[in-house]
């Protein structure tokens, strides 16, 4: 019975485990990457719109003829 307080014991040591949750906080400089991509996505978007304007016009075209 008394061997088992001691065990309990152990598992208070398994809690210096949490502090590396503290190491996250700097990984947190990696999300302002997503800004920068935002910014080129946008632009991105605006020149593949008019890519896509031509094939459908010629697609709704075909598929009309084939039913």
């Known amino acids: 019975m ?3 307080q001691p065990t309990a014991v152990d598992t ?3 809690r210096p485990t949490p ?3 503290v190491d996250t906080r700097p990984t947190r400089p990696t999300p302002p990457t ?3 991509t935002h910014q080129r996505t946008q632009p991105t978007a605006v020149d ?3 890519r896509h304007y031509a094939p459908t016009a010629r697609t709704p075209h ?3 003829r084939s039913p």
Do not use: F, K, S, Y
């Open 12 to 14: 208070r040591p398994t």
């Open 2 to 4: 008394q061997t088992a």
């Open 19 to 21: 502090p590396t949750a």
């Open 34 to 36: 997503a800004v920068d």
């Open 48 to 50: 593949t719109p008019p």
């Open 62 to 64: 075909p598929q009309l």
